[in-house]
């Protein structure tokens, strides 16, 4: 981690280093349709609650991916 970055910048620069590598993954492990989609809003979530809004519904659907990220 960057210590001269706050936890949201990093977490900012990680998604965007990131972001090819991450929707592949996803399109390649054929999630269902509503599961990719919160995935992938994670990429255009524009807050914390937001983004805590779309972890929880996804560790409903998957836990061990929701734990991963």
Not at 11 to 20: A, E
């Amino acid at each position: 981690m960057d210590a001269t970055k706050n936890w949201e910048n990093h977490l900012i620069n990680v998604f965007k280093s990131c972001y090819v590598h991450f929707k592949r993954k996803i399109y390649e492990k054929r999630y269902d349709d509503i599961l990719a989609n919160d995935m992938l809003a994670l990429l255009t979530a524009t807050s914390e609650v937001e983004i805590n809004n779309l972890f929880n519904k996804i560790e409903t659907k998957k836990p061990e991916w929701a734990t991963f990220y």
